[in-house]
């Protein structure tokens, strides 16, 4: 998307905003049960959720409309509070940012390492407040503590192991004879095109030498944590009486727990006097204009209402038109595809 190369492309979880940060794009990351995930290899069947990478909001607002729903092959998507699917393209309102509560986290704020995007996200903010939206700092969550990983490995490691196995089995036809976590283990480290040593398999370890399953306490005792800490995010617009939370997009807040649909925007991009930073598999993660994004993040369902904040916050920025971190533009405006 980001050279116009295509209109839109599908992720899962973390891989809609991450992928679309990195891409100075937009991803849209559905409540968890919002969009069908039959067919999909599996990580986790309480975080899994399936949503668009695109060019614009309203690009993805489309696709929304039309993958969300319910599916007789995944139950959950029989949480789905309404009858109707939205139409998103129609919450896409250039005015929809006045009246809207908009959170902002402190803990985040006051402990996020990248001081260049947090002036950024303060910028951002202006604009927002400009646009007519009330801007509430005064509240933090409860019950996730910002900067310290509470994320456990055992539960993970079973959804992974259960969930891939059952995904297996499911196939109509299995050409390698993968069936348990140990085959798909063997086929990796046989594999030479798989890349082992340069991605790595532990997570994959992990779960096959799982000792535990879905039937134990620890297990049971785990999913309630869970999702105790899932629900920070939801307490703490309910505290704000807020429409969304506003974050760095790579800020490590509890979405995926709490099953919260988030909306990853372009913000900016680093200077080009930016020194080069890597991360895993040392692939570039900040330098010389790198892309960096904020989400907007908001309860379960509350899709559409994102979608709408998002939309005119990238309306007030045109960031991928100007090339320039949340500064609003003052001349005429080409469109992506006119610059390339």
């Known amino acids: 998307m980001s050279i116009g190369l295509a209109v839109t492309a599908i992720g899962t979880e973390r891989s809609i905003t991450y992928p679309a940060q990195n891409n100075g794009v937009v991803g849209l990351k559905p409540t968890v049960g919002l969009v069908s995930r039959a067919?999909?290899?599996p990580v986790s069947k309480h975080k899994d959720t399936v949503g668009p990478i695109t060019r614009t909001v309203e690009d993805a607002a489309l696709v929304l409309s039309v993958i969300a729903g319910q599916c007789l092959e995944d139950p959950t998507t029989n949480t789905i509070p309404f009858e109707k699917v939205p139409d998103f393209v129609a919450a896409c309102k250039?005015?929809?940012?006045?009246?809207?509560?908009?959170?902002?986290?402190?803990?985040?704020?006051?402990?996020?390492?990248?001081?260049?995007?947090?002036?950024?996200?303060?910028?951002?903010?202006?604009?927002?407040?400009s646009e007519g939206a009330h801007i509430v700092r005064?509240?933090?969550?409860?019950?996730?503590?910002?900067?310290?990983?509470k994320r456990e490995e055992m539960p993970a490691n079973i959804f992974l192991k259960e969930g891939l196995e059952s995904y297996f089995q499911s196939l109509a036809t299995n050409p390698h004879g993968i069936h348990t976590i140990a085959d798909l283990i063997s086929f990796m480290e046989n594999t030479p095109e798989e890349e082992v040593e340069k991605y790595g398999i532990n997570a994959f370890l992990a779960a096959k030498d799982e000792p535990r399953d879905n039937s134990s306490m620890e297990f049971q005792e785990a999913v309630r944590r869970m999702i105790e800490?899932?629900?920070?995010?939801?307490?703490?617009?309910?505290?704000?009486?807020?429409?969304?939370?506003?974050?760095?997009?790579?800020?490590?807040?509890?979405?995926?727990?709490?099953?919260?649909?988030?909306?990853?925007v372009p913000l900016g991009f680093f200077p080009a006097m930016r020194e080069k930073t890597t991360s895993?598999?040392?692939?570039?993660?900040?330098?010389?204009?790198?892309?960096?994004?904020?989400?907007?993040?908001?309860?379960?369902?509350?899709?559409?209402?994102?979608?709408?904040?998002?939309?005119?916050?990238?309306?007030?920025?045109?960031?991928l038109a100007t090339s320039q971190p949340c500064v609003r533009p003052t001349g005429p405006i080409l469109s992506v595809s006119n610059k390339l």
């Open 94 to 129: 250039p005015d929809a940012l006045r009246g809207a509560r908009i959170a902002v986290s402190p803990s985040v704020m006051e402990r996020y390492y990248d001081a260049e995007l947090l002036h950024a996200l303060e910028n951002a903010l202006q604009v927002m407040e």
């Open 229 to 264: 800490q899932g629900s920070a995010i939801s307490k703490l617009l309910d505290q704000a009486n807020g429409d969304a939370l506003v974050v760095p997009t790579t800020a490590d807040i509890p979405s995926d727990l709490g099953q919260n649909p988030a909306i990853a």
């Open 39 to 41: 067919g999909v290899v």
């Open 280 to 319: 895993v598999n040392q692939m570039i993660a900040k330098g010389p204009n790198i892309p960096y994004s904020l989400s907007f993040v908001g309860k379960k369902f509350s899709d559409e209402k994102l979608i709408g904040i998002a939309y005119a916050f990238e309306q007030s920025t045109n960031v």
């Open 138 to 149: 005064d509240v933090d969550f409860v019950g996730w503590d910002y900067g310290t990983t």
